[in-house]
């Protein structure tokens, strides 16, 4: 029922949202488009303790100019093969949300099914909306991630509580002819809190709940 409710409540803020990173995230408005804030409310499945001491921040790497394709696959980092560590957790949490636009502009979602936990309500719902818009011979331009901190924290090594904060940029939404469906122009700033566990072997996202922290 947990589950199910979240899926719900990730797709309804999907189309409540818009393409670009609305949500700080991108899922598809009902139009198209793509905000991943739209899973606000499709929070964590387990709401993380709040960790003491707090962690240390990690930088991500700054912006040189242009922005990434978001057409091109995500590089998967060095991280997803371990070992367990607070840096660690935050560098999947990060790439793991580098896949939204990905998905979204190409409708490849073979990393996203990969890493996502059966428990994740967000992750579902995300994936459900994207399959709606493709069917119905839609994509998303834009709506770039430009990552500016993230970090980690957690109590046993197995489960760990990440957060990114990236800048969500414009984006439209198209169909099959090219024609545009729905612009979303504002620049957003968004916080993604993600809860990952480490198996032994690799990571799974527990869920994740994005929140809009402004418009730029």
Known sequence: MRRQGAMARAVAFATAIGIGISLGLAAC????GADPTAATTAATSRQPPTPSPSPTPVPSPAPTGALPDVTVAPTAPAALDGPPTEANAAAVAEYFMSLFPYMYATGDTSEWERLSGKNCGYCAGTLADLREKVAAG????????EFEASGSSTFDGDEYFAWVVFIQHPSRALDESGELVEGFPETSRVRAQVSLIWDGAGWTVDG???RKLGTL
């Open 138 to 145: 839609r994509h998303a331009v834009g709506g770039n991630f």
């Open 208 to 210: 994740v709940d994005p």
């Open 29 to 32: 408005t009902g139009s198209g």
